[in-house]
């Protein structure tokens, strides 16, 4: 089956009314949580968050999507839909606007594309419900190990040794995983203690994914030992 990436730079990105947004930098919003959901957006470069921000100014960062993925899904829903989060722009970011009515059209006509496009909702579905596992069943530790190693995927490794370079504050890490700026921050200082991370202003480094999912992994070790036993 042909990638939704594949499809959307066929069926989409070529169309007159699509446009292709350069230029992008931190903390650029690309829409705002409750404005009017007119389009769909495809990364081409750069890591974009999606931040949502509750009645009593409480903040979550759902999740971080890189290149060739699509964000904006809200644009898909019948009536007059609005959008649920904030994204905004991590690193310097290249994104293609697909309008929504050309969107609907395009997926009118072109099956393949709807099915791909479906399967993808369903994997983020899936994320979320994840998400949701990790901040109920799992501690801070693991959560961290989790997200950076996830979030390392979605880079490339830097130069030499430099490891992979993550541009995300650990206020932002906070807001990731679902804890206090003060619970993440003495437990990075663990981590990187360890080796397993390095900290600067505004940047997270992983010398090593694989080390950091070995460390998630040991950590998971006797909760399912215990659970075979029992």
């Known amino acids: 089956m042909t990638s939704l990436t594949s499809l959307v730079r066929s069926t989409l990105l070529s169309k007159p009314d699509v446009s292709r947004v350069n230029g992008l930098r931190r903390s650029a919003s690309l829409y705002s949580q409750g404005q009017p959901a007119d389009s769909l957006y495809f990364i081409e470069e750069g890591l974009i968050k ?3 921000t509750s009645a009593s100014q409480g903040r ?3 999740s971080v999507c890189g290149p060739n993925h699509v964000i904006g899904e809200e644009a898909l829903a019948a009536g007059s ?3 649920y989060t904030e994204a905004e722009v991590l690193t310097d970011a290249i994104i293609y606007r697909i309008p929504r009515e050309s969107l609907l059209q395009s997926l009118a006509a072109h099956s393949e594309l709807a ?4 399967e993808e ?5 899936l994320g979320l419900a994840q998400k949701v596992e990790l901040l109920c069943l799992h501690d801070v530790e693991y ?4 997200y950076l190693a996830e979030l390392s995927k979605l880079v490339k490794p830097s130069d030499g040794d430099g490891g992979y370079q993550l541009p995300i504050t650990q206020l932002e890490l906070a ?3 679902g804890a206090t700026r003060e619970t993440t921050s003495t437990t990075l200082n663990q981590l990187e203690r360890r ?3 390095k900290l600067s202003r505004r940047l997270l480094t992983i010398p090593s994914p694989v080390t950091l999912r070995s460390a998630a992994n040991e950590k998971m070790a006797p909760a399912s030992a215990v659970s075979q036993a029992q």
């Not at 099915?115 to 479906?118: D, E, F, K, P, V």
């Not at 909702?121 to 579905?125: A, G, I, N, S, Y």
């Not at 959560?143 to 989790?146: A, V």
């Open 81 to 83: 839909p609005i959008y």
């Open 121 to 125: 909702l369903q994997e983020r579905k």
């Open 143 to 146: 959560r961290i190990l989790h």
């Open 60 to 62: 979550i960062i759902l």
């Open 195 to 197: 080796g397993l991370v």
């Open 50 to 52: 999606l931040t949502r």
């Open 115 to 118: 099915t791909a496009l479906i």
């Open 175 to 177: 807001d990731l995983i």
